[in-house]
């Protein structure tokens, strides 16, 4: 295992249409996480998984974003209706989620353009 | 909701040299505070890390320490190497069950200067 990936490494989309993401976390690690860094800052929390349950979600995420895990292994984050705001860097982390082991492990990143 | 501050932005050192990133955080609760390397074009990278329990921590020339009562913890980095150039994050995260998330600084650009 090579650590996380994330598909697709680059996306370019117009404004207003629907765009999806994937991530594969490490094997066995119970913990699924999204972030989304701008140029220039850190990565802010989305939203994060353990398992298959959606745990917390940031007030940064709008109604226009939804993220699935559904089998507990790899995870979706869909934009729909895309603004430009949402040009950014998305992140997905994991980690192994058991008792007080907080590691998180990122995988390279989506780099999200809206024109 | 935690808060961490890094200084400084962007930092220049001579190849050879020392460098220290400085972040302090707001949460009493936090507990774990990790340090990140960024490339450009890559996602952060997990260097170091540090508990609330331990004062400090060393990896061959990296090394971070932790004032908890000062509520702050810096990163130093010794005979620093022009591969050591990128951005580097502090974070924090505090343990309060089911509440995980990581909060970063800002960020400091390191330049090595060959």
């Known amino acids: 295992d090579t650590g996380v990936s994330q598909n697709p490494r680059h996306k370019i989309t117009k404004r207003g249409q629907n765009v999806t993401f994937r991530c594969d976390p490490i094997?066995?690690?119970?913990?699924l996480y999204w972030y989304r860094q701008t140029l220039g800052q850190g990565p802010e929390f989305l939203t994060y998984?353990?398992?298959?349950?959606?745990?917390?979600k940031s007030r940064l995420l709008s109604d226009r974003f939804s993220a699935e895990r559904p089998k507990g292994s790899f995870s979706t984050l869909e934009i729909q209706r895309t603004e430009q705001g949402d040009s950014a860097m998305y992140l997905c982390?994991?980690?192994?989620?058991?008792?007080?082991?907080?590691?998180?492990?990122f995988g390279p990143g989506t780099r999200l353009t809206v024109t | 909701g935690e808060n961490v501050e890094q200084h400084p932005s962007t930092l220049s050192v001579q190849e050879g040299d020392s460098a220290v990133i400085k972040c302090t955080y707001s949460?009493?609760?936090?507990?774990?505070f990790p340090w990140y390397k960024q490339e450009l074009g890559k996602g952060p990278q997990l260097i170091i890390d540090?508990?609330?329990?331990?004062g400090e921590k060393k990896d061959q020339r990296i090394a971070v320490t932790l004032n908890k009562t000062a509520k702050h913890f810096s990163l130093h980095i010794t005979e620093t190497q022009p591969e050591d150039s990128a951005v580097y994050f502090c974070?924090?995260?505090?343990?309060?069950?089911?509440?995980?998330?990581?909060?970063f600084g800002t960020g400091t650009r390191l330049t090595i200067i060959p």
């Open positions: 094997s066995e690690h119970n913990r």
């Open positions: 998984f353990q398992n298959e349950a959606q745990l917390e």
């Open positions: 974070a924090a995260i505090s343990s309060n069950f089911g509440n995980e998330k990581l909060t």
């Open positions: 982390a994991s980690s192994l989620g058991r008792d007080t082991t907080y590691e998180q492990y």
């Open positions: 949460d009493s609760a936090s507990n774990y």
């Open positions: 540090i508990r609330s329990n331990v």
